[in-house]
């Protein structure tokens, strides 16, 4: 049984979740043909894509009946029912949960993300859920229970009671998750007539099948759960064996490129990256794996080249955003330990290895 993803998702609330419907969802324009949609208490953010052969929805959210909602606004805005595909960042629970609300089309991953979905929609993994949202929805009914009818914290903990009820409701079989139908190993490009699509694999990182998006005619890049700088940082180290030159050539191919991304969007929340930041941290990648190479070419231990290798000063703005100094330091400190040791593997994976 794999991590159970629900804390980014239900547990991060914030004054934003005061919506009375019982699906509370907002829409925000990127572009005239990108949206950006989230339901009140939660911080996965949905994409649909307007194309010429239909609308691209990028991840699943937590609940099939949040998704259901998600595509009758997507669907009213764009006025259009054509929907084309259902594309998954990667594997992670609060990324595909709802992928039932898609059914009629192509639900597209990484080829490594379909075994691990059915390992956690299996029998056990099923019970396992559901047992960990009956504890999460009971501590919520007792906190509700000791808050004041009509204060603003019941009604967010009304609201991610609400979306906990619907996420225990999509284990249900008629609202099961179902494993992605179409998946690539290295690379795949959907021609949606005015725009194109690129699907990257980005290599493990934060998880075993970790895809970018990349939208060239709106230079964009949608990039999952790999990058972020509030709250948390990047997930670049979360897996046993790391992919790392193919996460260093797959962001010097998108960031040197004929049309670099102008803006890049992640799966949570609602900050978007320029082109500059994410050079910014493509070189502290760079630097930080031929550093850990150097090390144990030249015989160095860890504490040695951990003592050697000082915080890169251009990462450290995160502290004006919230990050602590401790947290930043440990990151650092976590980034330098798992490259070193993933050099001794010498696990220059090849594109889709296991």
Request: a neutral charge; hydrophobic letters at 40%; one cysteine or more.
């Amino acid at each position: 049984m794999r991590p159970f993803i629900l804390t980014i998702s239900l547990l991060l609330m914030g004054p934003w979740a005061l919506g009375q419907d019982p699906i509370s969802l907002t829409l925000r324009p990127i572009s005239e043909c990108v949206i950006a949609l989230r339901e009140a208490g939660e911080t996965n953010t949905i994409y649909a894509i307007r194309t010429q052969k239909g609308i691209v929805v990028i991840d699943a959210g937590l609940s099939c009946e949040t998704m259901r909602e998600i595509r009758k606004r997507v669907a009213a805005h764009f006025k259009t029912e054509r929907f084309a595909y259902l594309i998954l960042t990667h594997e992670h629970t609060d990324h595909y949960l709802g992928d039932r609300a898609f059914q009629d089309v192509p639900i597209i991953s990484h080829t490594n993300a379909p075994a691990l979905m059915r390992s956690d929609l299996n029998e056990a993994g099923v019970k396992g859920f559901q047992a960990r949202l009956h504890a999460f929805i009971a501590g919520q009914r007792a906190k509700l229970d000791a808050l004041p009818k009509d204060s603003p914290e019941s009604v967010r903990v009304r609201s991610s009671l609400a979306s906990g009820e619907r996420e225990l409701r999509g284990f249900s079989p008629e609202q099961l998750a179902i494993p992605a139908n179409l998946t690539f190993t290295d690379r795949l490009s959907l021609d949606m007539g005015d725009l194109t699509l690129n699907l990257i694999f980005f290599g493990r990182a934060q998880s075993q099948s970790d895809i970018f998006i990349h939208v060239p005619e709106e230079r964009m890049l949608f990039t999952g759960d790999v990058f972020f700088d509030r709250v948390w940082l990047p997930f670049l180290t979360r897996e046993k064996v790391l992919d790392v030159p193919r996460g260093i050539q797959v962001l010097h191919e998108l960031l040197d490129g004929d049309r670099p991304p102008h803006l890049v969007l992640p799966a949570h929340g609602e900050d978007a990256w320029d082109r500059g930041k994410l050079a910014l941290w493509r070189d502290y990648i760079v630097k930080a794996w031929e550093g850990a190479k150097r090390a144990r070419q030249e015989g160095l231990g860890l504490d040695a080249f951990l003592a050697g290798f000082p915080l890169d000063p251009s990462i450290t703005y995160v502290t004006r955003q919230g990050i602590s100094e401790q947290k930043l330091q440990d990151f650092h400190r976590t980034t330098l330990t798992r490259y070193w040791k993933q050099v001794e593997l010498g696990a220059e994976a090849l594109p889709g290895t296991r």
